[in-house]
């Protein structure tokens, strides 16, 4: 079979494959949005940091878990599984956010966040399975466009459906309505994860990671003779890290400074997520297995700009530009998926076929980790700090970083002609 006959004869099982990520992350996204203003607009906005921590906390602690499943069993038998669980955690949630019962809904925020520790290796060690490895990043790069679009249904239709009064009912009807979409579309992502493709386990009958996070922690050290995976799965943190804390900063930031609405702020951060699926597009024109790291240092630098001068139009006028505004987080946002979608190829095109799962699971603990840290950042940023300001510093940041990863590349580039 040739390239192009393997290309198309993946096509069927890769749209399934798409499906499934889709509606798990709309949910996601849809829920999380729908909770972060309803906490933001009852003057609990510590309550986003609390929530990202919980989000990330499974993360830290089964990551490890995560990977050896996917190495262990067939990926499809694992995606049906984790969806099942996400039905549940939809459940849970579905009735938090009626009641406002926000032990529910952080309950919630957890399930979640273990089902996506459990499914992402498994869902992104198929990838190279089906594809050839020069196609990989054009694959991830489709991948993130879809699951782009669902991340911005997500968060511009939380906005405007908590604003919608249809029907006068007892509970406010956009929280109902918000509460009967997760489920609906839960009960969808267990449907369609029956079609992703099946095939054998890789991994053989490897040892149970009873371990957990030390596991994770000696997986990542064992990457230190790969010095170039090991500096892509710090880049791949970097972005998560500060782009969980753009979105943070940019509710408060609507909610808060701006005295924006909730459908407006949720714009703002749609505005950013559109910039990913550009930049997503265009790294995918860009990006070659010989080319791809050359983007790293222009991305982390262009995001930090653009965020600096979000924040910088906020501070200095009195009516800053709505327009202006999203146009400098989409070039925030364009510049991030310029950056992330070259370092979620390498890291999952250069392990070996019976590791993937536990290099990419190692990769999501770190990653979380950061987002871990990001929460308990923002928590202490929005106390400190005006949000405007916050995303000033958050653009210095990474300015800052692209000179680090600048340096890096030099180095390894020197020292291993990589």
Same mark, same amino acid.
């Given at each position: 079979?040739?390239?192009? !006959?393997?290309?198309?004869?993946?096509?069927?099982?890769?749209?399934?494959?798409?499906?499934?990520?889709?509606?798990?992350?709309?949910?996601?996204?849809?829920?999380?949005?729908?909770?972060?203003?309803?906490?933001?607009?009852?003057?609990?906005?510590? *309550?986003?940091?609390?929530?990202?921590?919980? /989000?990330?906390?499974?993360?830290?602690?089964?990551?490890?878990?995560?990977?050896?499943?996917?190495?262990?069993?067939?990926?499809?038998?694992?995606?049906?599984?984790?969806?099942?669980? !996400?039905?549940?955690?939809?459940?849970?949630?579905?009735?938090?956010?009626?009641?406002?019962?926000?032990?529910?809904?952080?309950?919630?925020?957890?399930?979640?966040?273990?089902?996506?520790?459990?499914?992402?290796?498994?869902?992104?060690?198929?990838?190279?399975?089906?594809?050839?490895?020069?196609?990989?990043?054009?694959?991830?790069?489709?991948?993130?466009?879809?699951?782009?679009?669902?991340?911005?249904?997500?968060?511009?239709?939380?906005?405007?459906?908590?604003?919608?009064?249809?029907?006068?009912?007892?509970?406010? /009807?956009?929280?109902?309505?918000?509460?009967?979409?997760?489920?609906?579309v839960a009960l969808g992502g267990v449907a369609a994860s029956f079609g992703v493709?099946?095939?054998?386990?890789?991994?053989?009958?490897?040892?149970?990671?009873?371990?957990?996070?030390?596991?994770?922690?000696?997986?990542?050290?064992?990457?230190?003779?790969?010095?170039?995976?090991?500096?892509?799965?710090?880049?791949?943190?970097?972005?998560?890290?500060?782009?969980?804390?753009?979105?943070?900063?940019?509710?408060? *930031?609507?909610?808060?400074?701006?005295?924006?609405?909730?459908?407006?702020?949720?714009?703002?951060?749609?505005?950013?997520?559109?910039?990913?699926?550009?930049?997503? /597009?265009?790294?995918?024109?860009?990006?070659?297995?010989?080319?791809?790291?050359?983007?790293?240092?222009?991305?982390?630098?262009?995001?930090?700009?653009?965020?600096?001068?979000?924040?910088?139009?906020?501070?200095?006028?009195?009516?800053?530009? /709505?327009?202006?505004?999203?146009?400098?987080?989409?070039?925030?946002?364009?510049?991030?998926?310029?950056?992330?979608?070259?370092?979620?190829?390498?890291?999952?095109?250069?392990p070996a076929a019976d590791s993937k799962g536990r290099i990419i699971a190692a990769?999501?603990?770190?990653?979380?980790?950061?987002?871990?840290?990001?929460?308990?950042?923002?928590?202490?940023?929005?106390?400190?700090?005006?949000?405007?300001?916050?995303?000033?510093?958050?653009?210095?940041?990474?300015?800052?970083?692209?000179?680090?990863?600048?340096?890096?590349?030099?180095?390894?580039?020197?020292?291993?002609?990589?």
């Amino acid at each position: 079979m040739d390239r192009q !006959e393997e290309i198309r004869s993946a096509r069927k099982k890769f749209i399934a494959m798409a499906v499934t990520y889709f509606l798990g992350v709309f949910n996601d996204n849809f829920f999380k949005q729908a909770v972060l203003l309803l906490a933001v607009s009852a003057g609990m906005s510590g *309550l986003q940091g609390r929530a990202t921590e919980l /989000f990330s906390l499974p993360f830290i602690l089964f990551s490890a878990w995560g990977g050896w499943l996917a190495d262990r069993f067939a990926k499809k038998h694992v995606v049906i599984g984790v969806k099942f669980l !996400e039905l549940a955690a939809m459940l849970i949630g579905a009735w938090g956010i009626i009641t406002l019962n926000w032990t529910c809904v952080l309950t919630m925020v957890f399930l979640m966040a273990l089902q996506s520790t459990l499914f992402g290796p498994a869902l992104n060690g198929s990838i190279p399975e089906l594809y050839p490895a020069d196609y990989v990043t054009t694959a991830n790069s489709i991948l993130k466009l879809v699951t782009t679009l669902a991340i911005l249904l997500g968060m511009a239709l939380a906005g405007f459906v908590l604003d919608l009064h249809l029907l006068p009912t007892r509970v406010p /009807f956009g929280q109902l309505l918000v509460a009967g979409i997760v489920i609906v579309v839960a009960l969808g992502g267990v449907a369609a994860s029956f079609g992703v493709p099946h095939r054998p386990a890789s991994g053989g009958r490897i040892p149970f990671p009873w371990t957990g996070p030390l596991r994770s922690i000696r997986d990542l050290m064992d990457l230190r003779g790969d010095r170039l995976l090991l500096l892509t799965i710090f880049c791949d943190g970097f972005f998560y890290f500060i782009s969980l804390l753009a979105v943070l900063v940019i509710n408060t *930031l609507g909610l808060s400074e701006l005295g924006l609405s909730k459908s407006a702020t949720s714009i703002l951060s749609v505005s950013l997520m559109i910039g990913v699926c550009l930049g997503a /597009f265009v790294a995918s024109r860009l990006t070659d297995d010989s080319r791809w790291s050359h983007v790293l240092v222009p991305g982390a630098a262009g995001m930090g700009l653009c965020m600096a001068g979000a924040g910088l139009l906020v501070t200095v006028s009195a009516e800053p530009s /709505f327009a202006l505004l999203l146009l400098l987080l989409t070039g925030a946002g364009g510049f991030g998926g310029l950056f992330l979608i070259p370092v979620t190829s390498f890291i999952q095109i250069r392990p070996a076929a019976d590791s993937k799962g536990r290099i990419i699971a190692a990769s999501n603990f770190f990653s979380f980790a950061a987002m871990w840290g990001s929460g308990r950042l923002f928590t202490i940023m929005d106390r400190a700090l005006a949000p405007s300001a916050s995303m000033m510093v958050l653009g210095g940041t990474c300015v800052a970083a692209a000179a680090v990863i600048g340096l890096q590349l030099h180095r390894i580039v020197k020292g291993q002609q990589v």
